[in-house]
Structure formats: structure tokens, C-alpha cells
């Protein structure tokens, strides 16, 4: 099927008043007003990681695409990158019209803690970028969550990132009340590392609630294709392993493509009692098709018209025919405890307890607003280590040294989505293994 700007254009002239409810956490769920919610999402970065673009700032590209989520039968859409400068009413208020929520990365490639110098790249300049965009988007009823970051922490010898990632977390938390912003969930979405899967999301989910996230997901490439079932997946280990975690949970990323077209028959099982208690659904990997054939659409040369390739077909089948479970899908509805602060392990678990206290300069949007959002253009805060400056907040533990200055050029993508890299990464890793049964 094709789909073009133009149809878009007009649902939105078309469209009335009516508004989203937002979505709430209760226990170990998610909720829209009295009934449980279930992401049936996907992960939207028309562009692909090497060429980012804010699909929210364009109708012309929203316009396109939005029409075609609808019609698959999408609740969810997340979105990697937006530019904060850049005006989004009108795409948001389409995804709202079509039943659309967003989940949106607060990183750019330009602002994110670096896998590098995490303390360093944690300063007033990030905060800055990451408050003005809460405070851009947080006026949207259709705004579902925040992720604070995105496979920040990706190997073992990068865990000391987690750190500075979750104190970012505890700073949304405290920006949005600071400035009475509506209470937006505020999660992280974990790469699917084997070694420490199990320790991030326990320490993402630990010490006081002001510093815990509200919510924790995860990319997930483990079920390849219809052989693949609940138990071969490792699904089913999961289940057990979230069983009692006391926040919501669900795959940010799925859909593994080592076996085209997908046949998508994970979605049986995510959305079935055998995992709804603990999880609430996943973003399917991704909306358009990139050089990682990945995609549920291919888009024109032009940009202006999108043709649904076969597995948006198969996508669009399953959902039809795998509603979601009635009553509340098993969920814990109580106030879940924290978890507990894992230890550190020498070479594989590095992340501190005891966060960071938040960079000084930045108090000061607590009080007055983290002024105008600067977006894609806005200064780096990946900032090579200074000599002898003193010009960061953070303590100075960090030891890499350059010779470049402060808010030079980027590192090549630090910690957005490095989902190509990662997923052939687990994908070779699983091969080399012969098999889920040891990659698990
Ligand atoms: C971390 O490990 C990865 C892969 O094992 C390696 O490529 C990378 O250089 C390591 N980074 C550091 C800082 O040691
Ligand atoms: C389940 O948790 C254990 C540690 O409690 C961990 O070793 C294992 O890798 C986890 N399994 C999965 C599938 O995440
Ligand atoms: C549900 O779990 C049971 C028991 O583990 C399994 O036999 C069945 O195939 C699963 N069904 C789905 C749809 O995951």
C-alpha cells in the first residue's frame, strides 16, 4: 500500500479536539485512565542512526507515516532524536488524532553522556538540553515517557556510565517537579548485554524513589523467527527474571531480521498472559527501511511517499489477531519496593550506589527554567577534558586527556542509538554460541 503527504495533511484538517489521556504508572503497569495499556509500538528514526533527522518537525515526513501507523494498528511510536528548537504541534497532534503516543529519547547526538567521560559529559550544558526539551514536550497529553538515555552502558567495561545516566534520571525527576511540569514517566533503555542485563536493571531500579526510574526497558533481538518460540527466545527467562521488579517493564526494541521476512510470532507471546504480567508490550524495530533492512515501510526517493513492504503485512496480521489479555493482564498493581544496589565486580560491574550530586551551575533551572530550548544547533556538552581548567562541575575523576577544547566537535555518536552496531553484535555473538540456550 502507498501512503503520501497529502492524506495526512488533510486527517489533520480534518480532525477534531479531542485529546489522549496520558498514560500513568500504577504498580508494575501502565494505565490510560482505567485500563491497563500495552505498547504496541515502533521505533520511528526515518534516516536510520547514521543520518538522524527529527521526524516530528516536518509534516511532510509525519504527515506521510502517521497514516500508515494508524492503519497498523500502532499505539506507540519512539522516537530517537528530536530538535528542540524545532516546533512539533502539528506532528504531535496528528499522532494524538491517529491514538498515537510518543516515547522520546532525550538525547541528540550533539548532547548525551559519553561512554567515554561520563562524569565530564554530565554538566550544566546537557541538563540545559535535557530540561528544555522536557519543557517543550512535556505539554503534550500524547507524551507516554522519556528515556534518559539509550544503550549508554553497551559492553562490561563501560558500566560506570549507569552512574551518571541515572543521576540524570533523578534530575528529570526533580526538574518536573521543581517547575510543576506534569509527572512524565522517566525510564532507560538498556542494550541487551548477557553479562549485565540483569545488573542494570536491578540498579536502575534501586535507592529512593527520587532517584529510581519510573519505569525500565530493554532492546531484545532473541527471537528470530517462527522456529523461534517463548522458551527458545529466552522469553520465558526473562518473565521469571522480572517477576517482583517493582516497575514497569517493556522491549524498547524487537524484532530480529535473521530470518526475512519477519513473521513477527513474538507478538503472541508478548502480548499473552505468559508475559503480560510483567511486561507491557515493545517497540517493534523500525519504521522505515535503512541499510540494516530493518524496515516495516520503504520510503521514496523523494521522501514523499511511503510503499508497506511484506513485513509490515505480517506486522499488521499479527496484531489483528493477538489482542490484548482483559482485566489487568496479571500485572502487580501495589507500589513495587526498589531493588537492590548491586555490588561492584571487578572488569564487570562499575556503577556507583551513591549518585553524583547535580552539576552547580545547573541549579539554577530549578529556579528560574533551563531557558530557551537550543536543540540540534545548541552547544555539545561532550566536552573533552579541559587541561587544568577547572571549568566542569563534576569531580575529577576521569582520566582520558586530549588536546581539544571544550564543546568541540562530538565524539562519532556516543551513546544514541547504536542499535545496527549492537544487534549485529549480538547477532554474531549468538551465532558464534550455536545458540539462545548458551547466549542466555
Ligand atoms: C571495551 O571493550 C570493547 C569490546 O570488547 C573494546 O572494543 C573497547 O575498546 C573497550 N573499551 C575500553 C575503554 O577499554
Ligand atoms: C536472569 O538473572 C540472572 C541473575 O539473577 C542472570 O545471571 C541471567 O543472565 C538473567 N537471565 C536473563 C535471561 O536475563
Ligand atoms: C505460554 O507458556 C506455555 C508454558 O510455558 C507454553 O507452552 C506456551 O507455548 C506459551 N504460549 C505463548 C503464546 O507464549
Same mark, same amino acid.
Given at each position: 500500500?502507498?501512503?503520501?503527504?497529502?492524506?495526512?495533511?488533510?486527517?489533520?484538517?480534518?480532525?477534531?479536539?479531542?485529546?489522549?489521556?496520558?498514560?500513568?504508572?500504577?504498580?508494575?503497569?501502565?494505565?490510560?485512565?482505567?485500563?491497563?495499556?500495552?505498547?504496541?509500538?515502533?521505533?520511528?528514526?526515518?534516516?536510520?542512526?547514521?543520518?538522524?533527522?527529527?521526524?516530528?518537525?516536518?509534516?511532510?515526513?509525519?504527515?506521510?507515516?502517521?497514516?500508515?501507523?494508524?492503519?497498523?494498528?500502532?499505539?506507540?511510536?519512539?522516537?530517537?532524536?528530536?530538535?528542540?528548537?524545532?516546533?512539533?504541534?502539528?506532528?504531535?497532534?496528528?499522532?494524538?488524532?491517529?491514538?498515537?503516543?510518543?516515547?522520546?529519547?532525550?538525547?541528540?547526538?550533539?548532547?548525551?553522556?559519553?561512554?567515554?567521560?561520563?562524569?565530564?559529559?554530565?554538566?550544566?550544558?546537557?541538563?540545559?538540553?535535557?530540561?528544555?526539551?522536557?519543557?517543550?514536550?512535556?505539554?503534550?497529553?500524547?507524551?507516554?515517557?522519556?528515556?534518559?538515555?539509550?544503550?549508554?552502558?553497551?559492553?562490561?567495561?563501560?558500566?560506570?556510565?549507569?552512574?551518571?545516566?541515572?543521576?540524570?534520571?533523578?534530575?528529570?525527576?526533580?526538574?518536573?517537579?521543581?517547575?510543576?511540569?506534569?509527572?512524565?514517566?522517566?525510564?532507560?533503555?538498556?542494550?541487551?548485554?548477557?553479562?549485565?542485563?540483569?545488573?542494570?536493571?536491578?540498579?536502575?531500579?534501586?535507592?529512593?524513589?527520587?532517584?529510581?526510574?519510573?519505569?525500565?526497558?530493554?532492546?531484545?533481538?532473541?527471537?528470530?523467527?517462527?522456529?523461534?518460540?517463548?522458551?527458545?527466545?529466552?522469553?520465558?527467562?526473562?518473565?521469571?527474571?522480572?517477576?517482583?521488579?517493582?516497575?514497569?517493564?517493556?522491549?524498547?526494541?524487537?524484532?530480529?531480521?535473521?530470518?526475512?521476512?519477519?513473521?513477527?510470532?513474538?507478538?503472541?507471546?508478548?502480548?499473552?498472559?505468559?508475559?503480560?504480567?510483567?511486561?507491557?508490550?515493545?517497540?517493534?524495530?523500525?519504521? !522505515?527501511?535503512? =541499510? /540494516?533492512?530493518?524496515? #516495516?515501510?520503504?520510503? &521514496?526517493?523523494? @521522501?514523499?511517499? *511511503?510503499?508497506?513492504?511484506?513485513?509490515?503485512?505480517?506486522?499488521?496480521?499479527?496484531?489483528?489477531?493477538?489482542?490484548?489479555?482483559?482485566?489487568?493482564?496479571?500485572?502487580?498493581?501495589?507500589?513495587?519496593?526498589?531493588?537492590?544496589?548491586?555490588?561492584?565486580?571487578?572488569?564487570?560491574?562499575?556503577?556507583?550506589?551513591?549518585?553524583?550530586?547535580?552539576?552547580?551551575?545547573?541549579?539554577?533551572?530549578?529556579?528560574?527554567?533551563?531557558?530557551?530550548?537550543?536543540?540540534?544547533?545548541?552547544?555539545?556538552?561532550?566536552?573533552?577534558?579541559?587541561?587544568?581548567?577547572?571549568?566542569?562541575?563534576?569531580?575529577?575523576?576521569?582520566?582520558?586527556?586530549? !588536546?581539544?577544547? =571544550? /564543546?568541540?566537535?562530538? #565524539?562519532?555518536?556516543? &551513546?544514541?542509538? @547504536?542499535?545496527? *552496531?549492537?544487534?549485529?553484535?549480538?547477532?554474531?555473538?549468538?551465532?558464534?554460541?550455536?545458540?539462545?540456550?548458551?547466549?542466555?
Amino acid at each position: 500500500m502507498r501512503f503520501t503527504t497529502l492524506a495526512g495533511l488533510a486527517t489533520l484538517a480534518a480532525s477534531a479536539a479531542a485529546e489522549l489521556t496520558p498514560i500513568t504508572i500504577r504498580g508494575n503497569a501502565f494505565f490510560s485512565g482505567n485500563s491497563r495499556f500495552y505498547v504496541r509500538g515502533v521505533d520511528y528514526q526515518p534516516g536510520g542512526a547514521s543520518d538522524p533527522k527529527d521526524p516530528l518537525a516536518d509534516t511532510a515526513i509525519c504527515g506521510r507515516d502517521i497514516p500508515a501507523m494508524k492503519e497498523l494498528g500502532l499505539n506507540a511510536v519512539r522516537v530517537y532524536i528530536v530538535d528542540s528548537a524545532a516546533d512539533h504541534d502539528e506532528c504531535m497532534k496528528m499522532l494524538d488524532d491517529a491514538g498515537i503516543y510518543l516515547i522520546l529519547d532525550v538525547n541528540t547526538p550533539f548532547h548525551s553522556i559519553t561512554r567515554d567521560n561520563p562524569s565530564l559529559s554530565y554538566n550544566e550544558v546537557y541538563l540545559q538540553h535535557v530540561f528544555g526539551t522536557m519543557d517543550v514536550f512535556s505539554k503534550y497529553p500524547n507524551l507516554m515517557a522519556y528515556f534518559a538515555g539509550n544503550e549508554v552502558v553497551d559492553n562490561e567495561n563501560n558500566t560506570a556510565a549507569a552512574t551518571y545516566v541515572k543521576a540524570t534520571v533523578r534530575d528529570m525527576k526533580a526538574y518536573q517537579k521543581a517547575r510543576k511540569l506534569r509527572a512524565i514517566p522517566v525510564g532507560y533503555s538498556a542494550a541487551d548485554v548477557a553479562q549485565n542485563r540483569q545488573l542494570i536493571a536491578e540498579y536502575m531500579n534501586s535507592g529512593t524513589k527520587e532517584e529510581r526510574v519510573d519505569f525500565h526497558a530493554f532492546n531484545d533481538y532473541s527471537w528470530c523467527g517462527s522456529a523461534s518460540s517463548f522458551q527458545i527466545s529466552g522469553y520465558d527467562q526473562k518473565v521469571k527474571n522480572y517477576t517482583g521488579y517493582g516497575i514497569p517493564t517493556f522491549l524498547s526494541e524487537f524484532g530480529c531480521n535473521l530470518n526475512p521476512p519477519r513473521t513477527f510470532t513474538e507478538i503472541e507471546s508478548i502480548y499473552h498472559t505468559n508475559m503480560t504480567g510483567v511486561f507491557s508490550g515493545g517497540l517493534v524495530f523500525e519504521w !522505515s527501511q535503512e =541499510p /540494516n533492512n530493518y524496515g #516495516l515501510v520503504q520510503v &521514496s526517493k523523494d @521522501l514523499k511517499t *511511503i510503499d508497506t513492504l511484506v513485513d509490515y503485512d505480517n506486522l499488521k496480521t499479527m496484531y489483528e489477531n493477538v489482542p490484548n489479555p482483559t482485566g489487568d493482564g496479571g500485572a502487580t498493581l501495589t507500589d513495587g519496593s526498589a531493588s537492590e544496589c548491586p555490588s561492584k565486580i571487578p572488569g564487570a560491574w562499575d556503577a556507583e550506589c551513591t549518585l553524583p550530586n547535580m552539576p552547580q551551575k545547573a541549579e539554577v533551572y530549578f529556579n528560574s527554567g533551563a531557558g530557551k530550548a537550543l536543540g540540534l544547533d545548541g552547544p555539545s556538552n561532550q566536552w573533552t577534558e579541559p587541561s587544568g581548567t577547572g571549568t566542569s562541575d563534576t569531580p575529577a575523576t576521569s582520566t582520558s586527556s586530549s !588536546s581539544s577544547s =571544550p /564543546n568541540a566537535a562530538p #565524539l562519532p555518536m556516543p &551513546s544514541v542509538n @547504536l542499535m545496527a *552496531i549492537t544487534s549485529i553484535a549480538s547477532i554474531i555473538f549468538t551465532g558464534f554460541l550455536g545458540g539462545l540456550a548458551v547466549f542466555l
